[in-house]
Nanobody, 115 residues
Framework: QVQLVESGGGLVQAGGSLRLSCLPS????????MGWYRRAPGKERELVAD???????NYAESVKGRFTIFVDSAKNTLYLEMNSLKPEDTGVYSC?????????WGQGTQVTVSP
């Protein structure tokens, strides 16, 4: 069973930064797409950013210019660098990975941004 282990969440003041990490239990090169989703309190889960094996990255409009998704192949890790955080960025952030028709999710990590 493939596992995705997230880390890096926490409590930060508005304007601050956090970096989330997602470490898969298999080689990251085996995935054709990886992404970060978040679920804010009382809202549906939404895509924050994703990245394809060939390098293209996509971002939700609300995070463009503030968040960066990238892969460090040497560390076999997916990252989400989050800058200029806002209270509305608060939520549970989950790592997602796709390998063909197979989909995997991490357990989620809480990000809380105080005003």
């Amino acid at each position: 069973q493939v596992q995705l282990v997230e880390s890096g969440g926490g409590l930060v003041q508005a304007g601050g930064s956090l970096r989330l990490s997602c470490l898969p239990s298999i080689s990251i090169s085996g995935f054709n797409r990886m992404g970060w989703y978040r679920r804010a309190p009382g809202k549906e889960r939404e895509l924050v950013a994703d990245i394809f094996g060939y390098g293209e990255a996509n971002y939700a409009e609300s995070v463009k210019g503030r968040f960066t998704i990238f892969v460090d192949s040497a560390k076999n890790t997916l990252y989400l660098e989050m800058n200029s955080l806002k209270p509305e960025d608060t939520g549970v952030y989950s790592c997602h990975a796709a390998a063909g028709m197979d989909m995997y999710w991490g357990q989620g990590t809480q990000v809380t941004v105080s005003p």
